[in-house]
């Protein structure tokens, strides 16, 4: 069975700097999708920045990229310059027929 | 811009009794999903829907059910609550169940059972 796993509960870091979520996964697909979606306190949760297994190039969204490495199985999530809206909950997810979320990393952007 | 909404924030029932979650959706989505989220263990699926008056289990259906009468709506049921279903509940929705579908979540319901 695929499993997600944030080995990061909680992180703190000051505003601006770089700060980098990890995430591993399992799975023995060949085809499938990754996901990183945070959740601010007391809102709604939104997606950050989706990849797709099959594309070697790793995706970006402004401030946030990823670094997929598909052999190692992990998927990792970069923040950079960060900001004080940054601070939410951030849930790594692996998808092929079905999504499974990890447990969840709690990332405080410190003013 | 999809919305999905929740039709509480905050509920607290009491053990025992039978607790409606109402989702809705805007974006005509054939997916709809129930979470539920507990600290420490992540969101874990409880149900979810691909069709007007279909369902499937997820991982943890125990205790719960639903309905999916119109394509726009789907209500998680807690036919007895107990303590142990004090949680964050959420919603989702997704336009496909093809796997790199992003899901939309609604704001999130905190029910408390006493």
């Known amino acids: 069975a695929q499993t997600v796993t944030q080995s990061q509960p909680e992180m703190s870091v000051q505003e601006a700097e770089t700060v980098t979520l990890s995430c591993t996964y399992d799975t023995s697909e060949n085809n499938y999708y990754l996901f990183w979606y945070k959740q601010p306190p007391s809102r709604q949760m939104i997606l950050v920045i989706r990849?797709?297994?099959?594309?070697?190039q790793n995706a970006t969204e402004n401030r946030f990229s990823v670094n997929f490495q598909k052999a190692a199985k992990s998927f990792s999530l970069k923040i950079s310059d960060s900001q004080l809206g940054d601070t939410a909950m951030y849930f790594c997810?692996?998808?092929?027929?079905?999504?499974?979320f990890g447990k969840g990393t709690r990332l405080h952007i410190l003013p | 811009d999809v919305k999905v909404t929740q039709s509480s924030r905050y509920l607290v029932k009491r053990t025992g009794e039978k607790v409606f979650l109402e989702c809705v959706q805007d974006m005509d989505h054939e997916n709809m999903f129930w979470y539920r989220q507990d600290p420490g263990l992540g969101l874990r699926l409880i149900y979810f829907s691909y069709d007007v008056k279909m369902k499937e289990k997820g991982d943890i259906p125990e205790g719960y059910s639903v309905s999916r009468e119109k394509k726009e709506r789907f209500s998680l049921i807690l036919e007895s609550a107990s303590t142990n279903q004090t949680s964050m509940y959420l919603c989702?929705?997704?336009?496909?169940?093809?796997?790199?579908?992003?899901?939309?979540f609604g704001p999130g319901t905190r029910l408390l059972v006493l």
């Open positions: 997810a692996f998808s092929d027929d079905k999504i499974i």
């Open positions: 989702a929705s997704s336009p496909d169940l093809a796997g790199g579908e992003t899901q939309y």
């Open positions: 990849q797709e297994a099959y594309k070697q």
